[in-house]
């Protein structure tokens, strides 16, 4: 199962999506990031927000792959991928992320936005635009690395929240995912 991928490396492609830079959006962004303030070692007070890019199923599927090597599924469609963050998209990064009418338990929500999965997904994105402008990637070996900490701290916010963790194995797949 695929959460999102580590810092997406493209060429900027114009989409009929919507960008979420509302105040309802800004407000989340700030409540996650200190929420990451809170449980890591990363300062996050006075980090420019990322844009915030809502897309489809479908075209968050192309965004992914578009600069791959790897077969696009022949539906078109990869419903593993729900976001992606890409570093030198926008003035301070990028959030590809599904509409979050379209994650899980979305129905049982008036705002969608408050839907803890939706907010997981966001707060995966948001750890790698931390890692990203905190400079810790350039200790790595490849941008795979930070994939470890993303899904860790997913499980963990999920679990503040009385959430169930969808992801089976998360901690399989968190490793998985983290190898260069």
């Known amino acids: 199962m695929l959460l999102c991928a580590p810092f997406h490396q493209h060429q900027r492609k114009d989409h009929n999506s919507s960008f979420l830079l509302g105040p309802e959006m800004e407000l989340l962004i700030t409540t996650l990031l200190s929420w990451i303030e809170m449980h890591t070692s990363y300062r996050t007070q006075g980090l420019p ?4 890019v809502v897309l489809s199923h479908k075209e968050l599927t192309e965004e992914y792959y578009q600069n791959t090597d790897a077969t696009v599924p022949e539906s078109g469609i ?3 991928i729900k976001a992606l963050y890409a570093f030198e998209d926008g003035t ?6 599904l509409d979050p009418q379209s994650v899980a338990n979305a129905r049982h929500y008036v705002n969608a936005l408050d839907n803890p999965r939706f907010k997981e997904v966001l707060l995966h994105e948001l750890v790698h635009h931390v890692q990203w ?3 810790v990637v350039e200790k790595w070996q490849c941008s ?3 994939e470890l900490e993303a899904y860790l701290l997913g499980a963990m916010y999920l679990n503040q929240q009385h959430t169930h963790d969808t992801m089976t194995n998360r901690i399989f797949w968190a490793n998985s995912y983290s190898h260069c």
Do not use: A, F
């Open 49 to 52: 927000h990322p844009e915030v």
């Open 78 to 80: 990869d419903m593993r």
């Open 92 to 97: 301070y990064g990028t959030i590809y992320i």
């Open 133 to 135: 402008h905190s400079k």
């Open 144 to 146: 795979n690395e930070g």
